[in-house]
């Protein structure tokens, strides 16, 4: 009797973990399907590349979603369960509250050992399969990360197109501004490009301003704007090439105020660095494994302010492959005393549940990355937290 009870808990339990791993991943999913399908309509890039990159934000996607099904599901399938006044039948049997614990405690436990190899190896994986593959695409489709009447931020640069062709991988009405020259590039305006060979502009009048211009440290930090009537993009090497035609460059005269520096140009090539936009070289923490975000840590020095992010993110992984243990030790007590208006009582808790989890790990991820406490300690507040609110309403029920 006992093994069949068991397993209806567990069927209960799963029709309503799926239900919520849908529907939070779904949400969660939702402005990356957007893009996905702009990618795919707007910017023609293939169906079979747009399924592969929807297959690879799935697994990032799954680390948060997965501990919130679990809550979901164990409070929507316990609620029904004392709604429909089946827990007073099972009390009335003989099964205790341990019996009717214990299989999905269980079932939730082997599912956190999974979560465990999932958050510390393939999830890191698959966001790193996504940036090569997001590569692939936006070196065969430049204008892949443009988008109509929208300012778009690559390089330290912020470029406006009025048009996008996808097909011909042209911009129409064309504006970049550079707002902070902090890279080593000469300034723009000494080359002009005119048919394939760039001029040196300079007069005398400029000749007898170098001088001047060396002594103003401040010069290189003028904030320009280049003008074209379209420009045909490129990409190769990590670097977004942008050929303009028929346009201008300005910027502020720092030896006349009030006044503007002014060029025309019939062909101009301007050269952008991906930089901290989109740096293919370097390997973000969201796709480092955690063997390797180890390895990492053991590189910097005590005072290094960079060991505090790249610990936070290692214990995080922890944090939440944990959760859904801790998530199922309090929900259970709350779905079986949750009474009339059980199912109503599941969502609603569940909801308060994920806020308070995730208020407490924004306030552990912000006081581990200032390094107030070492992240191996504050980033389980969250996780003992919830378990501790559990273990007290499950001495609460058990006194019923």
């Known amino acids: 009797m006992i093994k069949i009870l068991h397993k209806y808990i567990v069927k209960e339990f799963i029709g309503s973990f799926v239900f919520g791993l849908t529907i939070f991943s779904a949400i969660l999913l939702l402005d990356q399907i957007f893009q996905l399908v702009d990618l795919f309509l707007s910017k023609g890039v293939g169906f079979f590349l747009i399924f592969q990159l929807f297959v690879l934000i799935i697994p990032n996607i799954l ?118 020259d902090d890279d080593k590039n000469e300034d723009p305006k000494n080359y002009i490009e005119s048919g394939n060979k760039a001029k040196k502009i300079k007069d005398k009048k400029e000749e007898k301003s170098d001088k001047k211009d060396e002594k103003n440290k401040n010069d290189a930090s003028i904030p320009w704007r280049i003008a074209s009537s379209s420009a045909t993009v490129s990409v190769e090497k990590n670097i977004i090439t942008l050929k303009l035609y028929d346009g201008y460059w300005q910027r502020s005269d720092p030896n006349k105020l009030g006044s503007m520096i002014h060029m025309n140009f019939s062909t101009y090539k301007f050269s952008i660095p991906f930089g901290d936009s989109i740096n293919f070289d370097d390997v973000s923490l969201g796709e480092m494994t955690s063997s390797k975000l180890r390895a990492k840590l053991k590189t910097f020095q005590d005072n290094d302010p960079q060991i505090y992010t790249y610990s936070n993110e290692y214990w995080l992984r922890w944090v939440l492959a944990v959760a859904p243990v801790v998530f199922a030790i309090v929900a259970i007590p709350i779905g079986i005393m949750a009474g009339k208006g059980g199912k109503a009582i599941g969502f609603g808790m569940s909801l308060f549940v994920i806020f308070v989890y995730y208020m407490f790990l924004v306030m552990a991820l912000n006081v581990g990355e200032k390094g107030y406490v070492p992240s191996r300690y504050i980033m389980w507040l969250p996780d003992f937290v919830i378990a501790f609110a559990g273990l007290i309403l499950f001495k609460k029920m058990g006194k019923k």
């Open 63 to 180: 680390s948060l979603t997965i501990p919130m099904a679990i809550l979901f599901g164990v409070l929507l399938s316990y609620g029904r369960f004392s709604e429909d006044n089946e827990i007073t039948v099972m009390k009335a049997t003989g099964v205790n509250y341990k019996t009717l614990s214990m299989p999905i405690i269980i079932f939730v436990v082997f599912i956190s050992i999974g979560l465990i190899y999932f958050n510390h190896s393939l999830s890191p994986s698959t966001h790193m399969y996504f940036r090569t593959l997001y590569k692939q695409i936006l070196t065969k489709t430049p204008l892949a990360k443009f988008d109509e009447k929208t300012i778009t931020d690559i390089g330290g640069y912020r470029i406006y197109a009025h048009k996008v062709n996808s097909k011909t991988n042209t911009l129409s009405g064309v504006n970049i501004y550079k707002f902070v």
